[in-house]
Structures are given as structure tokens and as C-alpha cells.
């Protein structure tokens, strides 16, 4: 059996739901989902491995799952809602998780980055106190080869006490009335 | 109105970040996804290479049918070894320069993997289907697979070669007879093959190149490199195209190990393709393709001997190295040094008389030898040494900690000469050990080893104090291709007092965009937020040798720290002239110019720096900037001290490791959290090395960790959490006293792991394991321990 035997290779056209943008795109059925984003122009989403081993290229979908997309083709992300690390923040308003990656010294090379950022942005949607063995297991399909992971943990441990502040800041400000109500200045 | 005025108007010494923290500059790109690697490159009308592998470590190639890959929709063309020999372009000279490489295989293959044919098509997806579909028809040959079988010569796998041999070259270094001579009269003698297994930076990004020939005929060459200006002189000569009319650009790279240091056959034929089908061409090799073709590392053989009186004084060391050097050798040292730093192996130890001899052999593996996290071999040579150091401490029943003391050179000894020839520039191995030894509460653990001892438990303490080279090189002794090792730097201040930097090195993660800021801005005192740093574009940045070995502290920041030196003595003219002295009277006090004596009268380097351009005063050349080649005298010695801490099971052969706790010294610290961010990177490969990381091959020449799921590298879960701390002891030939520390970590680590290990499994009698130390290894030599126990 050989490889045109065995492979549609006839373009169609799918719809993706990308940070909240419509992306058309003409994929082969057998193109995977990080080759779609990344040609689409998001090279955020990085391949680093031929296995599923690496989770350069974690993306987010419809929220909090975060899924390989060098193991998903691009069709099948139809319907979903995905976000990339392009979605999270920008050089002038980084997330949370951004900042600390920053202020910990969470990276190197930044080839892993946006896999870890967006695996551990789905981790701390399930769980936002996590200890250092849950952010450790959390992460563990996502390799880095710089950074020996110590200071991603302290990272990942920074944006969660961040992200709890805000989180209660905000369930807080919804119990008085909001500035323009007339509360205090 | 008022304006708020800028804090880095005086800079004074407050505000500049030297020996600081500072975050990176960089990572804002990275953390958001704007980095720009060589897979983000997109060129209109780019075609996608694929490359057909060998399944054979061993055979002829009888034929290569393109036929059914041409028929590939979406295929342009297909090029096979009998194409580039046509063309002249079927080798590949070797950065070693005692060999060279087929591009791709003509007449046979020597290692299952290499590059056959390479398939351009439209689409990334057609090109490996039609790789898939070039039929090449093999006839198997035996294989060679161990070193040890090759150097019988009975198979001559290099029939292009005409010395009819495997042996690739014999190197050694010291006095063979004087040697002998102290160990036939030592009174206690140990000696124990160590094994550095095969194993492979594998850097997360993979490696890769995009090429395009402009309307022009100029080569643009995007390229995951460490070198790219090397690499620019290399693809000028293998193809004849002249130099200026290449590009090469090193854009953001993910990783590189030493992986991405040598010229691989893909660049070469991605260059072809671009030149043949007058279009771009991208070429992104898979993880496979990067694990069993792309630069290995190790694979060193060595029977290590060390004689010492009873009390523990050494008194002499030998050394017998078998290397494994695959199907071609390209190995990537310095030429004159074919086995790299290997001469180090005397580590930080006095040994009156040392001789250490290396052969290199060809078999049917995948070529290569890079130094992987390390200087040139330096990584073998420090495991060797501290293993020795350990097997004679346990024959001698005597603390390894107080064997090294005994043995330590001296820090009123330096700069010290060692028995095989290299002059160590400065260092304090006793002070850093005692450190390390305090911290981690050593007595106190060997106390509770013994309590563990008595109870049947193996707990075990493993140190390494390593004394590491660095920083290629001085041209007398390094070179690559020939060019000699200098590094370079080019500063150019803006009339605002913002500037920008180039060198010749290359960051892949090491952070050269804020250290070299960094390195500049105390020079100068101007602020490292406002100094640009590029590299890798060889149009604009000067010629240098690249970043590996860490080379790049001790090289280009020595050439940077020198080049804003000649960019302050230019601008002390200026600061005379607008201080209305004379040059001689203008001194360099806390950042900024003033008349000696006068501190009242002074001006800044901003102030300066827009004078330069605006009133540079009569005489004064406008303008404010420099270059500079920097050739250093000597190497850099950085050293360390390093304790790990482990339990084994001896039920499963499971090890823990508890502690672990390194303390280094590489000089003057520039940003101490980028080193210890480099410790803890270094730390966690070495760990792997250790533990887990290696690239076995089969009897039949199969390569068993072709992916991440044969070969393992550490996840979050497996990497122990690091404690760090350090020394300094400034490198007295350096201009601001650095020595570089990228792979000290990696270098100093896989012994203190092994020896903690041993150090475990003593009380069994058991001296050596070859790394890596995996679960079932450890629990058969425990088992195999217990059975020679029983039936003695
Ligand atoms: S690219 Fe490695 S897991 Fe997707
Ligand atoms: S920062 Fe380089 S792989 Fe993680």
C-alpha cells in the first residue's frame, strides 16, 4: 500500500474559530491543526516532535482543554473555539501567566513557551491553587530543554496567586456599586 | 509644562544593571508568540523538501527509481547523490577538516537514516508522500556497529578513502613512559572502563533552513545555526558561490545544544533545489530525522588509570580512549585539537605526570560527535576524572571529599600548569567545595548515611568538583575550517544615546540580548533598556565564530567590554571639548566624564554621545562607534563544586534523588538570574544524561531512539528541583573577569549523580555502572552483587 493509496489529499475548506476570529482556510483532510494555524499566519503554535511528546504546540479549546494540535487535524477543530498563545495577551498587555513566565525567568529559547503557557493556563482554569507536584504533573507533557523546569513551576505558581487576587478582586467589586454608578473615587 | 525628565539622563551607577537580575529583554517577543524562527519563514512560491532515509545501516545502492515520486501531484523535482555528483556538490567537507561527508549517498549508505534523495514539492504533505515513493533498490552489506569490531579492519566501510583503514586518527597528549613509569611504582593503582554513552542535544526546535536565490543571484540562507558566518564561508566553498553573494541569518533559534553547530546534508541540498527550480525552498527536518542523522554527542570508551600513594596522593593518571565516531567524521572540534579539550582530564587535581591517548574509529553509525552542552569533549573528560576520583576513594576506604582536598590544585598555585598542557587562569576548588559542603550539611548526611547503612537502606552521597575549559580560543591553537577562533563586537551610540550592538555569536536561549546590553551599558553607562542587540544576519554583524562551547562570555564579551572601551576613549575627547579640559584631565568616575578632581564639572555619555554628532569639538572625528576582533590569550577556567544526594530501592533499581546542590564559579557574574537559569537548564540535561538519555543502536545497526518515545528526556516530573549557589574567582586575562557557564552544569553533573549512586551501592561492592543509570540496570547489578556475594 502506498501513500497516495491511502491519502485524500482533495482540499476543502474549514471554518476555525481562532482567539475569537473566523479563519477560512483549504486543507487537505490530513492536515494537522498546528499546520493550519501556523499557516494562517499564527506561528505562535510550534512543532517540535513527529510523536505527540513535546506540547510545543498546545492550543486551547473552547476554553480549558488544552489539545496537541500536531495530533488533531485541522477539520476536526471545526466547531470548536480555539485559542492560540496569540490569544493570551500581547507585548504591551502580557496575562498574567505572560508576566510571571517574565518575572521568573521561565524561559530560554522560547520554543517551548506557548505550549507550556496555554497547558498551564488550562490548569489553572481547573485548578486555580495548585501545588508544585500538581503544576509538575500538569506540565508533564510539555518538554522544555532550557529551563529545567524549577523557575516555569515558580512561574505557574506566581500567575495562579495573581489570577486568585484578581479573581476575588473582581467577585468583591460585584458586591458594591461599580464607579460609574457614583461609588467613590 | 514640565517634562518629565529620564532617570538614565545620569545614569549613575544606581541605575545600571551589572551583576543585577535584570529580566530579559527578549522574552516579551517569545512569551506572545512573536518569536521569529526559521519555520516562520514564508516566501511566495516556497517549496517544501522532504528526504528519503536509508532503512540500512550497510548497503549498495543498486538503483533509485524517481518515477512514481515524480508522479506526485504537487512535485517538482527529485535529486539523488548521482545528480550532485554531476553537479560537483556530492561531499561535504567536515568543520574538523580531516574528512568529509557524502551529501547524499553515492554507490552505498553507511548508517541507517542517511540521506538517499530529497523530494521538492508544493506542499510539505507531498513532499513526503513522494519521499515515501522514490524506490531505491538495496543490497544489504554486513554491518559495523561497535568500534571495537571496526578497528579489526575486516569490513573497510570508506571505500572513497585510500588508507584502507576504520582507524580515523590516533591523538595523545603527555608523557606516555613517565607515566607508566609513576603508575608501575604507585602503591595503590586503580583502573575502570567508563563508558560515555552515545547520546543527542536534541534541541525542541529541530533543525532546518529556508533557502532563496534573489533576481540578483544572491543566496539567501535562513538557518537554524549557532555559527551563521561559518557557516556563510562554508556553503561559499562547497558550492563555488562567491561569499558576497551569500546570505546567511540566524534568526531566533530554539535550542541548540551544539546540535545545530555543524553544515547538514539537507542545507546543502535545500541550496540545490532553491538553485535548480529558481524558487524558495523550506526544508524543516523531523524529529526523527533530527535524533538519528543530526550531530550526536559522546560515545567514548575510556580505560581511566590513576596511581596514588596509600595516603591518597595521586601521583599519576592515564587515560585510553576507544571513540565512536560514526560513517563519517564530523566530529566538530577545533582542528588542532581532534579530540577536543579532552586534555582537561586531569580536572582540578595536581597529578604529577598524566598521558592520555585517544583513536577514533568509523563505523556504521550516524556521523557526528558534537560537543553537546559542553567545550569540545570537555564533558567526557570531567566524567572520567571525577569517576576515577571516586573508584580510588573507595579502595582506598577514604571520604572523597578528603581525597580531593589532598589532591586539589592550590588556589596560590594558578595560573597553573597541568600535565598535559593547559594553563589554568585562576580558581579556588577547596574554597568552593568547602562551600558546597556547609551548605548541603555534609557531616550530617554522612552521619545519616551510616544510620541507613546499619539499617539495610542505600542512601548515597555523590560530589563532583570539576574544573571546566572554556571560551575558543586563542588563533594560535583553535580553528575551524581553518578560520581562527577570535570572536568580534560593533557599537554604534545614537546622537540620543540609545545605541546598538552587534557581535559574531549567536544566542539560541542564553539571553545575549540583555547580558550584552548589560556588559555595554556599564561600559559606558548609558542604559542596557536602549541598546539593541542583533545577531546573525552575516550582512550586519561582524565576522565571529559563533555560540558553542561557551565561547560567547569569554570571547565576544571580552571583544564587547573592549569595543565600549575605545567608544568611551573616543568620547572622552568630546566630554574634553565640552568640559573645555584637556583629554588627559577628563577621568571616568561613576559612569559619566569629569574633570579630574572636579566633580561638579562632568557630563554624561548621553550628553556626550549627542555632542558627538551635533559639536564634536575641533579635531574630534563625528560620531560615536566601534569595532573590534578580540583573539583571547588563553581559555577560561570555569569550576564548580556539586553534591546530589540520592536513595536507591534496591528492590527496583528505582533512585531517587533527594538533593542536589550546585555551587559555581564562572568569574564575574553579569546577570546572576540568566546563570542561574543556565545552571538549572544544564543541571536538568546533565540529570538526563545520567539517567535517561541515550541513543543505542542495535546488533544490526538499528538506531533504537529514533523519537521522544525511545529517547527520553526529562519532563517536569522526572527534573529534580536545584539548588544553586556560587563563587567568584574573576578570570584575571578577561576584561571585566567572566568565564561562562552555559555547560559547566551539564559538564560537572552526570558524575556527581553516578557517584552518588556508587556511593549508594557500596556496601554491595559495586564500583562502576555505565550511565545511563535506567531502573533495570541498577537492579541487575544489584542482584548480580548479591549473587556473587552468595556464592563466594
Ligand atoms: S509538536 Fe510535539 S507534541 Fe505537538
Ligand atoms: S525555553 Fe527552550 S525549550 Fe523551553
Known amino acids: 500500500m502506498t501513500a497516495t493509496e491511502t491519502t485524500d489529499t482533495t482540499l476543502r475548506t474549514v471554518t476555525l474559530n481562532v482567539n475569537g476570529q473566523t479563519i477560512r482556510q483549504e486543507v487537505e483532510s490530513r492536515t494537522l491543526l498546528a499546520y493550519a494555524l501556523r499557516d494562517a499566519g499564527l506561528k505562535g503554535t510550534h512543532v517540535g516532535c513527529d510523536t505527540s511528546s513535546c506540547g510545543c504546540c498546545v492550543v486551547l479549546l473552547d476554553g480549558d482543554t488544552p489539545a496537541k494540535s500536531c495530533t488533531m487535524f485541522a477539520v476536526q477543530a471545526e466547531g470548536h473555539q480555539i485559542t492560540t498563545v496569540e490569544g493570551l495577551g500581547s507585548p504591551g498587555d502580557l496575562h498574567p501567566l505572560q508576566q510571571a513566565f517574565w518575572d521568573q525567568h521561565g524561559l530560554q529559547c522560547g520554543y517551548c513557551t506557548p505550549g507550556m503557557l496555554m497547558t498551564a493556563k488550562a490548569m489553572l482554569e481547573h485548578n486555580p491553587d495548585p501545588t508544585d507536584q500538581e503544576v509538575r504533573e500538569f506540565l508533564s507533557g510539555n518538554l522544555c530543554r532550557c529551563t529545567g523546569y524549577n523557575n516555569i513551576v515558580k512561574a505557574v505558581q506566581q500567575a495562579a496567586r495573581v489570577m486568585r487576587d484578581e479573581a476575588q478582586a473582581q467577585a468583591l467589586a460585584g458586591m458594591v456599586p461599580s464607579t460609574a454608578e457614583g461609588g467613590a473615587q | 509644562m514640565s517634562i518629565e525628565t529620564d532617570a538614565t539622563n545620569n545614569a549613575g551607577p544606581q541605575t545600571l544593571t551589572m551583576g543585577k537580575g535584570m529580566k530579559r529583554k527578549e522574552d516579551p517577543r517569545f512569551l506572545t508568540g512573536n518569536g521569529n524562527y526559521v519555520d516562520d519563514m514564508r516566501l511566495p512560491g516556497m517549496l517544501y523538501m522532504a528526504i528519503v532515509h536509508s532503512p540500512y545501516p550497510h548497503a549498495n545502492i543498486k538503483s533509485i527509481d524517481k518515477e512514481a515520486a515524480l508522479a506526485v501531484p504537487g512535485v517538482k523535482a527529485v535529486i539523488t547523490g548521482e545528480d550532485l555528483v554531476a553537479a560537483s556538490l556530492a561531499w561535504l567537507p567536515t568543520f574538523h577538516g580531516f574528512d568529509k561527508q557524502m551529501v547524499l549517498a553515492v554507490g552505498k549508505v553507511l548508517f541507517q537514516h542517511q540521506e538517499v534523495a530529497a523530494v521538492f514539492a508544493e506542499t510539505r504533505e507531498a513532499a513526503r508522500d513522494a519521499a515515501e515513493l522514490v524506490d531505491v533498490d538495496y543490497e544489504p552489506l554486513d554491518p559495523v556497529i561497535s568500534p571495537f569490531d571496526s578497528m579489526k579492519d575486516e569490513v573497510i566501510l570508506r571505500d572513497d578513502r585510500e588508507d584502507r583503514t576504520n582507524h580515523i586518527y590516533h591523538w595523545d597528549s603527555g608523557d606516555r613512559d613517565g607515566t607508566q613509569a609513576a603508575l608501575d611504582d604507585s602503591e595503590v593503582v586503580v583502573t575502570e572502563r567508563i563508558y560515555a554513552p552515545r547520546c543527542h542535544p536534541a534541541p525542541l526546535e529541530p533543525c532546518g533552513c529556508v533557502a532563496q536565490f534573489d533576481a540578483m543571484g544572491r543566496l539567501h540562507f535562513w538557518v ?80 581511566v588509570t590513576i596511581g596514588a600513594k596509600k595516603d591518597g596522593t595521586v601521583t599519576a593518571l592515564k587515560v585510553k580512549t576507544v ?72 579502595k582506598l576506604t577514604m571520604d572523597p571529599a578528603e581525597l580531593r582536598r589532598k589532591n586539589f590544585v592550590r588556589k596560590d598555585q594558578f595560573p597553573y600548569d597541568s600535565a598535559l598542557g593547559f594553563t589554568y587562569d585562576s580558581g579556588d576548588y577547596e574554597g568552593t567545595m568547602d562551600k558546597a559542603l556547609n551548605q548541603i550539611g555534609y557531616a550530617e548526611l554522612r552521619r545519616e548515611q551510616a544510620e541507613k547503612r546499619a539499617r539495610g537502606e542505600y542512601m548515597g552521597i555523590g560530589i563532583s568538583t570539576f574544573t571546566e575549559v572554556v571560551g575558543a580560543g586563542p588563533s594560535k591553537h583553535f580553528d575551524i575550517l581553518g578560520i581562527k577562533m577570535f570572536d568580534s563586537a560593533e557599537i554604534r551610540i545614537h546622537p540620543t544615546g540609545t545605541g546598538i550592538i552587534r557581535t559574531g555569536t549567536k544566542s539560541q536561549g542564553q539571553g545575549h540580548e540583555t547580558t550584552w546590553a548589560q556588559i555595554v551599558a556599564e561600559e559606558l553607562g548609558l542604559d542596557p533598556q536602549n541598546l539593541l542587540v542583533e545577531e546573525g544576519d552575516t550582512d550586519t554583524a561582524p565576522y565571529g565564530l559563533g555560540t558553542y562551547a561557551s565561547r560567547s562570555t569569554p570571547v565576544a564579551g571580552a571583544a564587547l567590554a573592549l569595543a565600549a572601551r575605545r567608544v568611551r576613549e573616543k568620547a572622552r575627547k568630546v566630554a574634553a571639548h565640552l568640559l573645555e579640559a584637556a583629554p588627559e584631565d577628563i577621568e571616568w568616575v561613576e559612569h559619566r566624564f569629569q574633570v579630574m578632581g572636579v566633580p561638579s564639572r562632568s557630563v554624561t555619555m548621553k550628553e556626550v554621545a549627542f555632542a558627538a554628532y551635533t559639536n564634536p569639538g575641533e579635531g574630534n572625528e563625528p560620531g560615536l562607534e566601534a569595532s573590534l576582533y578580540y583573539d583571547p590569550p588563553n581559555m577560561t577556567f570555569p569550576h564548580g563544586a556539586y553534591i546530589a544526594v540520592v536513595d536507591v530501592d534496591a528492590e527496583t533499581g528505582e533512585v531517587k534523588v533527594r538533593r542536589f546542590l550546585a555551587i559555581d564559579d564562572c568569574g564575574t557574574v553579569i546577570n ?54 556560587s563563587t567568584v574567582t574573576p578570570s584575571p586575562h578577561h576584561p571585566i573577569g567572566a568565564k561562562g557557564v552555559g555547560e559547566s552544569p551539564n559538564v560537572g553533573s552526570p558524575a556527581a549523580f553516578v557517584n552518588a549512586v556508587m556511593d549508594a551501592l557500596a556496601p554491595l561492592g559495586v564500583t562502576h555502572i555505565d550511565m545511563p543509570l535506567t531502573r533495570e540496570k541498577v537492579w541487575r547489578a544489584i542482584r548480580n552483587a548479591e549473587a556473587a556475594a552468595a556464592s563466594d
Open chain 2, 672 to 725: 546572576p538570574m540568566i546563570v542561574e537559569g543556565q545552571v538549572h537548564g544544564g543541571l536538568t540535561e546533565g540529570f538526563a544524561i545520567a539517567f535517561m538519555q541515550e541513543i543505542p543502536y542495535d546488533e544490526q545497526g538499528n538506531n533504537m531512539a529514533p523519537n521522544f518515545m525511545e529517547y527520553l528526556i526529562p519532563t517536569s516530573v522526572e527534573a529534580p528541583v536545584w539548588e544553586t549557589g
Open chain 2, 323 to 394: 571513540a565512536d565516531h560514526g560513517a563519517f567524521d564530523a566530529a566538530a572540534d577545533p582542528s588542532k585539537y581532534p579530540a577536543g579539550m579532552f586534555g582537561v582530564v586531569t580536572g582540578s587535581y595536581q597529578f604529577p605526570v598524566a598521558f592520555a591517548e585517544l583513536d577514533a574509529y568509523f563505523t556504521n553509525k550516524a556521523p557526528g560527535g558534537v560537543a553537546y552542552r559542553c567545550s569540545f569533549r570537555v564533558t567526557e573528560a570531567s566524567y572520567a576524572i571525577e569517576r576515577g576520583m571516586d573508584i580510588l576513594a573507595q
Open chain 2, 224 to 303: 537554524t545555526s549557532q555559527a551563521p558566518h561559518v557557516y556563510r564561508t562554508a556553503i561559499s566553498l562547497v558550492t563555488g558561490i562567491p561569499e558576497d553573494k551569500i546570505r546567511v541569518i540566524s534568526p531566533d533559534i530554539g535550542g541548540g545544544f551544539g546540535n545545530k553547530v555543524p553544515v547538514y546534508p539537507g542545507y546543502v541540498c535545500a541550496i540545490v533545489g532553491a538553485l535548480i527550480l529558481k524558487t524558495p525552498v523550506k526544508w524543516i527536518e523531523t524529529r526523527t530525522e533530527n535524533l538519528t542523522t543530526t550531530g550526536f554527542a559522546r560515545d567514548y570508551h575510556m580505560d
